[in-house]
């Protein structure tokens, strides 16, 4: 089953609001994505728990309804990332 | 019938490198787990391998062990690492290369 690159992105924010979310869909087939996920809420957090919130928030759709959810996590050091 | 997390628990604990992947360091059945083998083989690892498309309690069961949802899945030491992308970003860096040359907790005893 595939999904919408624009419903992972809408289900991360829903958990992780001030996430900035980039999506690649890397096989044109609505299931396998790369995404990167930048949040100040990563701050503190190691890289396990990085992806594991955004695993969380994409709830239990990884690994089943997504077959591949390639991941990069990064912990946004700024308020405003444009200066 | 053995529980599966005590089975999961022996795999990881008597081995120092093991990665949980679809398929065998030969013959990968996923890209992922063939990106897990590369990074391992580049840096020289000696490493057991899984392969849980064989086992399919272990399958469910290091899904919920690490609670992580994907597989590869890496543990060193007792430790569980992370999915090939954090392998990656582990290898870029260097820290993988530190983490498999540490010594392991019994040969510093």
């Not at chain 1, 044109?28 to 930048?38: E, K, L, S, T």
Request: proline fraction near 4%.
């Amino acid at each position: 089953m595939a999904m919408a690159a624009s419903e992972v992105e809408r289900l991360i924010r829903a958990a992780i609001p001030d996430a900035e979310v980039t999506i690649r869909d890397l096989a044109g087939d609505g299931d396998h994505y790369a995404a990167r996920v930048v949040s100040k809420s990563f701050a503190g957090l190691s890289r396990i728990q990085q992806h594991q919130a955004v695993y969380a928030a994409l709830g239990g759709r990884v690994g089943g309804e997504l077959h591949a959810l390639q991941l990069e996590t990064a912990v946004r050091l700024t308020e405003t990332s444009h200066g | 019938m053995a529980d599966p997390k005590e089975k999961i628990a022996e795999i990881v604990d008597s081995n120092d490198i093991v990665l949980f992947m679809k398929g065998t360091a030969l013959f990968p059945q996923c890209g992922f787990s063939s990106r897990a083998i590369a990074i391992l083989d580049r840096l020289g690892a000696k490493y057991e391998t899984v392969d849980v498309l064989q086992d399919p309690e272990i399958r469910t069961g290091i899904k919920a062990y690490s609670d992580w949802p994907t597989i590869p899945q890496l543990y060193v030491k007792g430790e569980f690492v992370g999915g090939s992308d954090i392998m990656m970003e582990m290898f870029e860096s260097g820290e993988l290369q530190e983490l498999l040359k540490a010594p392991s907790p019994t040969d510093r005893a």
